[in-house]
DNA sequence: TCTTGCCGAAGTGTTGACAGTTATACGGGC
DNA sequence: GCCCGTATAACTGTCAACACTTCGGCAAGA
């Protein structure tokens, strides 16, 4: 009972909202117009209301009945309680990883992740993924990829710099995946988490280093 | 800025929909129809359409384009991935509570602990909830408090029984909450941890028992 | 009897209009 | 100029009808 990958409007006005925010046509903190976005897409406002409400599902937006919808502001205490919240679900998915994966496919992991390294791909996002896939827990998979995915790229798109360091991210990868290999699952959760929890601790510096910044003078009110 | 609390068709409709899901006027895997539901409960299929979504993004109910919507399964399986994706996240909860709440807060806490034990009162889930507030991390409360919060009611009201056991239950509770009087994050976490693990593993017992009794014999039909 | 194909019924997805609520603009008074 | 009240515009929530897809029943053929 598979059904056909069938594709509707809601889909796509999703991805399309998701697309506007990304670009930041709208702007964090910025209206989500149903009726505008209806124009836009070419759809009827029913379609666009199914998007919003499955964005806002997913933390991007904000809504209150009656209210106009905004996309999230995704403030520094924001993306420090969404990484506080990724290093415990990536610290498990790790270590059931560790426990469930098969031992071809944590080489074949292993083999892809040198492989990328060679070429200097981009590949951190992915072996999150791919180990979240390896727990075989669809709970956990499903927020890792789907959730907090959305978030972690919007993060991304509108920061620009990642919160991490990415000269080491390579070799603490590496750490885990050989920590998964030797079947140590204690010691793979407690690398990932380490490893996030540094990303988390540069959002913590970066926190504290804003409410500094800000507390001498009067807050700037920002345009948008 | 803080909007009226307006309560819409949907909100209403959804609320009434998971009333019977929990009773089991809808089984789990039980078809959910629109048009039944919009005649039910005297409104549109629109408001009906968006309480279905929503209840979709919460996990209870499984939905693809075109095809009829279904309640989830919760199957076994279904609830130790819960649990374990739950272990993790209540562990960090409480890391961060005790960490994150003032003296007084937990202080109250304990207090209201001990006078409902000696009611006998459920306080289950009462607890995991006061400390996902005291984490002081919307993200973590948001999943606990919502999402997690829904499917556990789902199974403890289909299931009957409680994964764990309520003879030590009131005893795990007590210690994590005077490990967080002590201020220490990493034995809170690893109590925490402990407690939802054991009942994890309860649920995993379950599993085991439930393929060796269906090994044997032909896998006995679901009537439903 | 079993299998396959077709058609109509049952259901889901979308539309545009109406109903209800919030936001904005304007005018009057102090 | 500022504040308040009112009216209207702009928006969100809901409705009923239409468009599209799936499902079930029946008939025909092997």
Chains 1, 2 share one sequence.
């Not at 106009?68 to 309680?81: C, E, G, T, W």
């Not at 510096?205 to 948008?224: F, T």
């Amino acid at each position: 009972m598979a059904p056909k990958q069938q594709k509707t409007l809601v889909d796509t006005v999703f991805d399309g909202i998701f697309d506007l925010i990304l670009k930041g046509e709208i702007p964090l903190g910025g209206v989500v117009n149903e009726a505008v976005l209806a124009e836009r897409f070419k759809v009827s406002r029913g379609p666009v209301r199914e998007a919003v409400k499955a964005l806002q599902g997913r933390g991007l937006i904000i809504k209150e009945p009656y209210y106009k919808a905004r996309v999230v502001d995704l403030s520094l205490a924001d993306m420090v309680h969404i990484f506080q919240l990724r290093e415990a679900v990536e610290g498990m998915s790790v270590r059931l990883a560790t426990i469930n994966m098969s031992d071809q496919a944590i080489d074949q992991l292993l083999a892809e992740f040198a492989d990328a390294s060679e070429k200097q791909q981009r590949i951190v996002l992915d072996v999150h993924v791919r180990i979240a896939e390896g727990s075989g827990n669809r709970r956990i998979q499903s927020l890792l990829c789907d959730e907090l995915y959305y978030l972690l790229r919007l993060y991304r798109a509108r920061s620009g710099a990642q919160p991490g360091r990415r000269d080491t991210a390579f070799s603490e990868h590496w750490q885990i995946l050989r920590a998964m290999k030797t079947r140590d699952p204690d010691l793979a959760e407690s690398l990932m988490r380490s490893h996030i929890g540094r990303a988390t601790e540069g959002l913590h510096q970066l926190l504290r280093s804003e409410s500094e910044k800000a507390a001498p003078v009067r807050r700037q009110k920002q345009v948008g």
